[in-house]
């Protein structure tokens, strides 16, 4: 038998991630995310907050139906109404998980609920049992625990358990603690709490001061039995306490902590890259475990020392997060299995249909590159599955820009909307980019404000697909839209237009 402990993994990539300015999620995004995560061997998805709204509703309980092999969780406030609407949501699933907070600090009592300590025991109390009529397994949440006196904290957790909560979850709502701080809360609550053995102590770490894994690992090292967080570590303000660090931290010093996790290592980068891709939100060069860079030997005398014996400056092994050593993988004569086969191995789960749109593009793309390579891959399945799009939506037909120095720049474009095609030309514009907006803009009807534009490399190599992230506003409402190609301006189109196809239609 292992001598290690085991420690859950609780994702609240769904809820907590989905909180990111401008990351929220679409239900197909969510049960894709959903998917992933039970490969990556997580123990519990928290799947969104059923009463927030009625999109938040619809995720929990499809995921709730679809899912299978990891506990799903919804999010309630401590009422009757919100804990109802949390199980109608999750009735479905097969292990389903009630998550009940209430907030306990001092600030948070005086300034937000105007509630005395007594009413707030009341309430827990109230809370946990109305939940544990519905499920056995409840999770109550003290929110802004960290800064919630810790006599009073004692007595919350202990009423918690009292009243049937199985798991106690201990948040840092704001960032605020450090490493030792929080290890000695969870210790004391391990010391002082009589019931304490009867539940799982979970931690709950913002990342407000760079500290989240840290204070994290501090909680388990002091008896913590679960960790909630998010891939990227994506999450309210600064985010959450990052999973795949988090991970790779009990695994590679398993020496230390003697505890490790379900979670299969080789998924972190594909899960990584899935949640980047649907969020939009960009994983940073050199973030550990899933950066591009995190592998990278720069200085010469790492270089030498690498190659002289890899453990000089490595403590993992790319391989073992998920990167492929050469990420050299498919060319022209490489089959659909093959692709299917690469596609899975990333995480994506495709239908047949999707296969076979993404196998033609495939096949045109490996006609102008040599080399395809999993970042090209990855642009293609996201483009066949979030430009798919239906009979309704905007689709690219062809366009043409030209410019240079001291010409006006110029675009012919053409799109589709169900049947019929629309084309506009124009002279007009500071460039390339931006004559496609105002020709996209006419043909749409659409006024458009160009809030955020990124562009990046989707693989490697002077050929590589480039990928486009922006965020427009269109009646002062905010739309994401990725758009991937060889040629620049037609992956800015093609964001455009899955921004666009994003807005509501009027009626
Ligand atoms: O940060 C927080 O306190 C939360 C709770 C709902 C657990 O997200
Ligand atoms: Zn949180």
């Not at 407000?208 to 960790?227: C, P, Y």
């Not at 014996?309 to 990420?327: Q, S």
């Not at 366009?399 to 030309?425: H, I, M, S, Y």
């Not at 534009?453 to 994401?480: C, K, M, N, P, W």
Request: aromatic letters at 4%; glycine letters at 8%.
């Amino acid at each position: 038998m292992s001598d290690k402990r085991s420690i859950k993994i609780f994702d609240t990539t769904l809820r907590d991630g989905e909180q990111s300015p401008g990351a929220s999620m679409n239900l197909e995004e969510k049960l894709k995310i959903a998917h992933a995560l039970v490969d990556l061997g997580v123990d519990i998805i928290e799947a969104g907050f059923p009463i927030a709204s009625p999109g938040d509703f619809e995720a929990v309980r499809e995921i709730s139906s679809a899912i299978t092999g990891a506990t799903i969780c919804g999010l309630a406030r401590c009422n009757e109404k919100d804990i109802d609407r949390a199980w109608e949501a999750l009735k479905q699933a097969h292990q389903p998980r009630i998550h009940v907070f209430l907030a306990t600090s001092a600030i948070h009592r005086e300034f937000k609920l105007k509630m005395t300590r007594e009413e707030i025991i009341e309430r827990a109390i109230a809370g946990v049992q109305r939940a544990v009529g519905y499920c056995d397994d409840i999770e109550f949440s003290p929110e802004d625990a960290a800064r919630t006196e810790i006599d009073f904290l004692c007595q919350v957790v202990e009423a918690a358990i009292g009243a049937g909560a199985t798991t106690v979850n201990i948040p840092d709502t704001v960032g605020y603690a450090t490493p030792a701080h929080m290890g000695k809360v969870i210790a004391e609550l391990m010391n002082r709490v009589p019931n304490i053995d009867k539940a799982t102590i979970s931690v709950h770490c913002h990342n407000d001061l760079g500290l989240a894994v840290a204070n994290s690992l501090a909680a388990i090292e002091n008896g913590a039995g679960q960790i909630e967080c998010t891939i990227n570590g994506i999450g309210e303000r600064a985010g959450n306490c990052s999973l795949e660090e988090v991970v790779m931290a009990l695994r590679t010093r398993s020496d230390y902590y003697h505890a490790d996790t379900r979670v299969d290592s080789t998924r972190l980068v594909p899960t990584s890259r899935l949640v980047a891709g649907i969020t939009g939100l960009l994983v940073q060069r050199n973030k550990a475990i899933v950066g591009r860079n995190a592998f990278a030997h720069e200085a010469g005398i790492h270089q030498d020392g690498m190659l002289k014996e890899r453990t000089t400056y490595e403590i993992m092994r790319p391989e073992d997060v998920g990167f492929n050593k050469t990420e050299l993988v498919l060319g022209k004569h490489s089959g659909r299995a093959a692709l299917a086969d690469r596609a899975k191995a990333m995480g994506f789960h495709l239908t047949g249909e999707q296969l076979q749109d993404v196998f033609e593009e495939f096949k045109v793309l490996a006609d102008k590159k040599k080399e395809i390579y999993d970042g090209d891959i990855a642009a293609l399945v996201k483009k066949a599955i979030r430009q798919g799009g239906d009979d309704d939506d905007w689709t690219l037909v062809n366009f043409q820009v030209t410019c240079g120095t001291d010409q006006t720049p110029q675009a012919r474009l053409t799109l589709r909307k169900g049947d019929q095609e629309f084309t506009e030309e124009l002279s007009d514009g500071d460039g390339p980019v931006d004559v496609a907006f105002l020709a996209t803009e006419r043909i749409t009807g659409m006024k458009l404000i160009c809030k955020d534009y990124a562009v990046r490399s989707a693989s490697l190599g002077h050929d590589a697909q480039g990928e486009v992230t922006l965020e427009i506003e269109h009646d002062g409402v905010a739309y994401r839209g990725r758009g991937v190609s060889t040629d620049t301006v037609e992956a800015t189109i093609r964001a455009i237009l899955n921004a666009i196809n994003r807005v509501p239609i009027q009626s």
